[in-house]
């Protein structure tokens, strides 16, 4: 059964652009900026190796480039390293030992575009660029892991053929591997205890909101979690979870700073209370010792000149995350938790599976009981649907208006109680 995410966040007076003078806003509880990437960069194929971050190709100024930057995390320091043999934007990246692998993407510029099937292997210590042997499809924003010596590649699904490959990269072999992960483009990937989780992803109309696990032993897939209806976001592990930064929600086309977290082991996905500064799509995820680090991105769609360069850092706590709806002590309230108060107002507002979303303005004693109801219908007791009066948002020559949310629409839901 889908899990909610449960935000509890003060309404702020004023919004911040994500996207001018990074530098001149608040930094957000958490996340702390570090030095510019030297250009704006999109869809980057973004990897560590050791203390450094490399930043490959990717999107700048929307034509795809070749450019490869690295950065010194001890330092807080970039600097430019040898250009990749050709264009790139969109590739899938995964490291073994000290070379990245950088598989595929788009090789858009004024003139002409297309996807490549082309295997490019950086070393990072020589600071030398090979090729390995071709993928067996071209393929633009796939992903892609790496376990052992073997890496992972999942591209763009297309029912009649193969989509998801396995590259040795001891015998510079491709192998097919089983097909499972069922979404387009733009999804994210991470590995947890020697499985792989493709999580998310673009389809025709929207976003995934499904999370899938592949057994490399097994060859075969499952399908898992839940997570918001995203895509273009990016992925990362540290300590047993995977941290989704940003991406585009349902079919907004707006980025957004929530940063997910994906637990394996209760197959649930909570929302960081601490939000990224700047909203992101496309960017760079990678961790280095306990730090997360979000790099580049894009506001919108990147096929808008709509790319920046900021840099942004959150050191990893383990008690981060806001609460799901879950186990109580009885009374409506967490373990070691006052029971909520009935006082003041919220803003309720509701995102529905279709990626439609409803806001109400209620009181905070009605707002407890629509969470009351969630969690008894989540334990599979109580009606199906919930009865919501608008109050004053009735339109219309009407003595009342009530919506009837039914339970298994329902994505998520967030609470933002007034001060």
Same mark, same amino acid.
């Given at each position: ?22 530098? *001149? ?37 929307? +034509? ?17 390293? &040898?250009?990749?043999?050709?264009? +790139? ?6 490291? %073994?030992?000290?070379?990245? @692998? ?12 297309? !996807?490549? &099937?082309?295997? $490019?292997? @950086? ?22 892991? *790496?376990?052992?010596?073997?890496? @992972? $590649? ?49 389809? *025709? ?21 839940? +997570? ?5 976001? &990016? ?7 995977? #941290? ?10 707006? *980025?957004? !700073?929530?940063?997910?977290? #994906? ?27 306990? =730090? ?25 706590? =383990?008690?981060?995350?806001?609460? =799901? ?48 109801? #969630? /969690? ?9 649907? @919930?009865?919501?009066?608008?109050? =004053? ?5 009407? /003595?009342?208006?009530?919506? #009837?949310?039914?339970?298994? !629409?329902?994505?998520?839901?967030? %609470?933002?109680?007034?001060?």
């Amino acid at each position: 059964m889908k899990k909610i995410i449960l935000i509890f966040a003060l309404i702020l007076c004023s919004i911040v652009s994500p996207f001018y003078q990074a530098h *001149a806003a608040e930094e957000k509880k958490g996340w702390v900026s570090q030095a510019d990437l030297p250009e704006p960069r999109s869809h980057a194929a973004t990897a560590v190796v050791g203390d450094k971050i490399y930043v490959i190709g990717g999107y700048g100024k929307t +034509l795809a480039t070749n450019t490869t930057f690295v950065y010194d995390s001890k330092k807080n320091e970039w600097s430019k390293k &040898s250009d990749m043999p050709i264009k +790139l934007a969109g590739s899938a990246v995964a490291v %073994v030992k000290d070379k990245i @692998y950088v598989m595929g993407g788009n090789t858009y510029r004024t003139s002409h575009t297309e !996807n490549s &099937s082309k295997l $490019l292997i @950086y070393d990072t210590k020589a600071d030398k660029w090979e090729e390995g042997a071709d993928v067996p499809k071209k393929s633009f924003l796939g992903t892609a892991v *790496a376990i052992d010596n073997t890496i @992972y $590649l999942m591209t763009q699904q297309e029912t009649s053929t193969p989509n998801h490959f396995a590259y040795n990269t001891t015998t510079n072999k491709w192998e097919n591997k089983a097909n499972g992960q069922p979404n387009s483009k733009a999804a994210a990937s991470a590995v947890v205890n020697g499985k792989i989780y493709y999580i998310g992803g673009a389809s *025709a109309n929207s976003g995934s909101n499904t999370i899938y696990e592949y057994d490399p032993v097994k060859n075969s897939w499952i399908k898992k979690g839940f +997570l918001i209806n995203t895509s273009y976001a &990016s992925a990362v592990a540290s300590g047993g979870k995977i #941290y989704i930064i940003g991406g585009f929600f349902a079919t907004n086309t707006n *980025a957004t !700073n929530f940063v997910q977290v #994906y637990d394996p082991v209760t197959n649930t996905t909570k929302t960081m209370d601490e939000k990224m500064q700047f909203a992101r799509a496309g960017a760079g995820t990678v961790v280095i010792n306990n =730090d997360l680090y979000a790099v580049g991105g894009a506001t919108k769609s990147p096929s808008e000149s709509n790319f920046f360069n900021s840099v942004e850092k959150y050191t990893i706590k =383990d008690a981060s995350t806001a609460p =799901d709806p879950g186990t109580d002590n009885g009374n409506g309230a967490k373990p070691d938790e006052e029971t909520p108060s009935d006082d003041g107002d919220a803003l309720l507002v509701i995102t529905m599976v279709n990626g439609l979303q409803k806001e109400y303005q209620l009181s905070v004693k009605e707002v407890n009981a629509f969470l009351k109801w #969630y /969690e008894q219908r989540d334990a599979g007791e109580g009606p199906g649907f @919930y009865e919501i009066d608008e109050h =004053d948002n009735n339109k219309g020559p009407f /003595e009342s208006k009530k919506d #009837y949310v039914v339970f298994k !629409n329902i994505l998520m839901y967030e %609470v933002n109680k007034y001060k």
